[in-house]
C-alpha cells in the first residue's frame, strides 16, 4: 500500500508524494492499508493510524551489545516486526510507555538479536490490545533489575518459533506475561525463564473461554517460570497435549477433553479449582515415589472426584482421568457402585508398589446409599487382558463430606472402581493383594512362595497341586500369620515331574477365593485369545499350533470343572458353546504337554 492524503478529513484520498513530518499531521494511514519503515529515523509516528491500519517495521538493525534502539512513541494499530537484529545481545525496544498498540503485534526477526516489550525506566508495562505472535527470533518481557513489568494481551498468544523470554535479567525483578484469549505454544518455540534470577509468570485471565496449547518440550525446565489460572467462571481447555511444569489454580479449571496434561506439581487446587478429565485425557504427574501425590480431577466442572497415589516402589510417571458412569464396561449390579471410574496408567510398565485412595461424596453412590455403612466395600480392578473385573476388599474412612476408599499393594495398572462386594463380580472380593507367586523346581522337591500386600480377614492359605491343570489336591495349608509380614514360602518333597500349583485363599467366614496357576518345569502357551468377553453364547478362543492331542477346560469361581473339550494335535482354534453356563467369571485352562495358559472371561 501507499501513503495517502486527504484534502476533505477522509472522504476522498490521493496518493502522497510526501512522508509524514511533525507539521504534516493530514497523512493518515487507511484501515487495511500497511506502511513498512526500514530506517528507524522516519518520522512514521506523525501520522494518524486508522483502526485496521498497520506499521510494519523492516530492514536490519545493529543496536550494539546490550544496547537498544527505541520505537518512536506513537499510537498504532497493528505493529509488525519483519526485521534482522544483528547483535546477539542488542534489542529493538517497543518500551516506552507512550507506544500504544491498539490492534495485533506480530513479530518475526531474523537475526541473533531480540525484541523488548516493556520499558526500564518508568512503570514499563505493555498492552497489546489485539493478537501476539512470535513467528521468528528471540523477544522479551523484562530485562531489568528492581522491577515488574507485565506484558498484557487482550487477544491471542501464539509461538509459532523462537524463544519468548518473560525474564532475563536483574535480581529483585519480575516479568509477568497475562493472556486473556487463547494461548499456543507449537513445538518449534521456547517459553519461560532463561536466568535463575528474578521471577517468571505466565497468567491466564480472561473471562471467556481460553483455549490453551503448550507442546511437550517447549516449556524452558531450567529455572521455573509460574503458570496461573485465575479465571472467575469461565474454563482453560486444552487444544493439544499439554507439557508444563509448574500449575497454579488460583482460580478456575482446567478441561483436558481429548488431550494430555503433564506437569511435575499442581498448587492450590481443592474442591473448586481442579482438572475437569471430560474426554480422553488424562492428567499426568512426573516422578512419583513414596510420598503420597493428590490427581485433582473431576469427570465434569460440578464432580470433583480426586485420587491420591503413593508409590513404594520405582519411581514413575503416573497417569488418572475419571470417567462418569460405566460406558463400555459390563458390572453385576451397577446400583451397589459408586457412579464412576478411575483409569490410572503408569509410564514404565512395572516396578510399581501403589497405595491407592480414591475420593467421592455419597451423592456419587447409587440413590444416595451410604456404603460407609452399607456393607463389605471393595476396589474393583478391570483385567483388561482377560476382560475381567476382579475385586479387593477395602478400607473406607470419611474427611469431612468426602468417603475416601483405600488399597494398597497396586502393581498393575486399568479401570479401577469402588462399591460393595457384588458391584463388580458375582464372586467373592480376594481377601488379598498378591504381590508375586513364584515357584523353583528343585532336584527332590518343589518351593513355592509367595508375597502379599494386603491382608483383611484371611483365615488360611491352602496349596493345591495338579499333575493333568484339571484335578487339584490338597498338599498343605499355612495359616494366617501376621508376623510374616504378608511373605509365605512351602515345600513341596516327593514330586519329580510336571506339576501345577495354585493357592485357595480363605477368609475368616468360610469364603475363598483362588490365585493364579504356576506350573513347573514346562512353559506357557503364549497367545491365547478369548472373543468376545464378556460371552453370551459362542466364544471363539485361538491359541498357538498345539504339539499334542490336548483338552480344553473351564472351571468355574470355585474352581469346579464345568467343560472339557478335546482338542487334535496342530489345532490353532476352537468355538466353545458357552449359552449353559450361569452368569460369572469362569477359567480357560489349555494344556498342552508340559504347556499351559489360562485366562478368564465373564459370562452374562
Known amino acids: 500500500s501507499t501513503w495517502k492524503t486527504s484534502a476533505d478529513v477522509g472522504t476522498s484520498w490521493n496518493v502522497s508524494t510526501l512522508t509524514p513530518t511533525a507539521t504534516a499531521a493530514a497523512i493518515t494511514v487507511q484501515e487495511n492499508h500497511t506502511v513498512s519503515v ?119 498468544f501464539t509461538l509459532n518459533n523462537g524463544n519468548f523470554w518473560i ?39 480472561g473471562t471467556a473461554d481460553q483455549n490453551v496449547s503448550v507442546a511437550p518440550g517447549t516449556y524452558y525446565t531450567a529455572n521455573s517460570t509460574s503458570f496461573v489460572v485465575n479465571k472467575s467462571a469461565s474454563l482453560v481447555r486444552l487444544s493439544g497435549n499439554t507439557a508444563i511444569p509448574v500449575v497454579t489454580l488460583t482460580n478456575g479449571k482446567i478441561a483436558l477433553g481429548n488431550y494430555d496434561l503433564t506437569v511435575n506439581s499442581l498448587a492450590s487446587v481443592s474442591e473448586t479449582k481442579y482438572i475437569v478429565t471430560d474426554g480422553s485425557g488424562s492428567l499426568t504427574i512426573n516422578n512419583i515415589g513414596n510420598t503420597e501425590v493428590l490427581f485433582p ?91 475381567t473385573w476382579e475385586s479387593y476388599y477395602a478400607t473406607i474412612s470419611r474427611d469431612g463430606d468426602y468417603e475416601v476408599v483405600t488399597v494398597e499393594g497396586i502393581e498393575s495398572f486399568s479401570p479401577f472402581g469402588s462399591g460393595l462386594a457384588g458391584a463388580f463380580d458375582n464372586g467373592t472380593p480376594l481377601p488379598v493383594v498378591i504381590k508375586a507367586f513364584n515357584g523353583n523346581k528343585l532336584s527332590q522337591h518343589n518351593v513355592l512362595s509367595w508375597e502379599l500386600s494386603t491382608e483383611l480377614n484371611v483365615s488360611k492359605y491352602i496349596i493345591e497341586r495338579s499333575l493333568n491343570g484339571v484335578q487339584y489336591t490338597t498338599v498343605g495349608t499355612l495359616n494366617y500369620d501376621a508376623a510374616k509380614a504378608g511373605k509365605y514360602s512351602f515345600e513341596d518333597f516327593g514330586i519329580s515331574t510336571l506339576a501345577y500349583y495354585r493357592l485357595k485363599i480363605v477368609n475368616n467366614d468360610g469364603s475363598f477365593s483362588y490365585s493364579k496357576i504356576i506350573m513347573l518345569n514346562g512353559a506357557d502357551i503364549k497367545n491365547l485369545t478369548i472373543t468376545p468377553n464378556p460371552v453370551r453364547d459362542n466364544v ?5 499350533r498345539l504339539k499334542t492331542n490336548s483338552k480344553l477346560i473351564i472351571t468355574s469361581q470355585n474352581g469346579q470343572v464345568v467343560k472339557q473339550i478335546p482338542l487334535a494335535v496342530n489345532s490353532v482354534q476352537t468355538t466353545i458353546d458357552a449359552s449353559s453356563l450361569t452368569a460369572g467369571m469362569y477359567t480357560i485352562v489349555i494344556v498342552d504337554g508340559t504347556n499351559m495358559q489360562t485366562k478368564r472371561f465373564v459370562k452374562l
Not at 546490550?66 to 498504532?76: H, S, V
Not at 506475561?177 to 528474578?198: E, M, P, Q, Y
Not at 482421568?321 to 514404565?348: C, N, S
Not at 471363539?540 to 498357538?544: A, G, Q
Open 38 to 156: 526500514n530506517n528507524l529515523s522516519y518520522p512514521y509516528d506523525a501520522a494518524t493510524y486508522s483502526a485496521g491500519s498497520t506499521l510494519k517495521i523492516t530492514g536490519s538493525y545493529s543496536p550494539g551489545a546490550n544496547a537498544g534502539t527505541q520505537i518512536k512513541a506513537g499510537n498504532y494499530q497493528n505493529l509488525v516486526f519483519d526485521v534482522n537484529v544483528t547483535d546477539a545481545t542488542g534489542y529493538l525496544s517497543i518500551g516506552d510507555q507512550a507506544v500504544l498498540i491498539a490492534g495485533d503485534l506480530i513479530v518475526d526477526n531474523t537475526g541473533s538479536g531480540s525484541l523488548l516489550t516493556t520499558a526500564g525506566n518508568n512503570s514499563g508495562n505493555r498492552i497489546v490490545q489485539g493478537n501476539f505472535t512470535l513467528n521468528n527470533g528471540n523477544i522479551f518481557v523484562n530485562r531489568n533489575s528492581g522491577s515488574t513489568r507485565t506484558l498484557t494481551v487482550n487477544g491471542n
Open 167 to 205: 525474564k532475563t535479567v536483574g535480581t529483585n525483578s519480575a516479568g509477568v506475561l497475562d493472556v486473556k484469549g487463547h494461548f499456543v505454544v507449537t513445538s518449534s518455540a521456547t517459553i519461560g525463564r532463561n536466568t535463575n534470577v528474578g521471577s517468571a509468570t505466565i497468567n491466564l485471565t
Open 297 to 387: 480431577v473431576g469427570p465434569t466442572a460440578t464432580r470433583y472426584l480426586p485420587a491420591t497415589i503413593k508409590n513404594a516402589g520405582t519411581v514413575d510417571h503416573f497417569s488418572v482421568r475419571v470417567q462418569p458412569g460405566f460406558t463400555g464396561y459390563v458390572l453385576a449390579d451397577p446400583t451397589k457402585a459408586v457412579q464412576a471410574l478411575w483409569h490410572i496408567d503408569e509410564a514404565v510398565e512395572g516396578g510399581s508398589d501403589v497405595t491407592l485412595k480414591m475420593k467421592y461424596t455419597n451423592t456419587e453412590e447409587n440413590e444416595g446409599a451410604n456404603f460407609i455403612s452399607g456393607g463389605v466395600h471393595v476396589v474393583a480392578h478391570f483385567d483388561t487382558e482377560n476382560q
Open 540 to 544: 471363539f478362543v485361538t491359541f498357538d
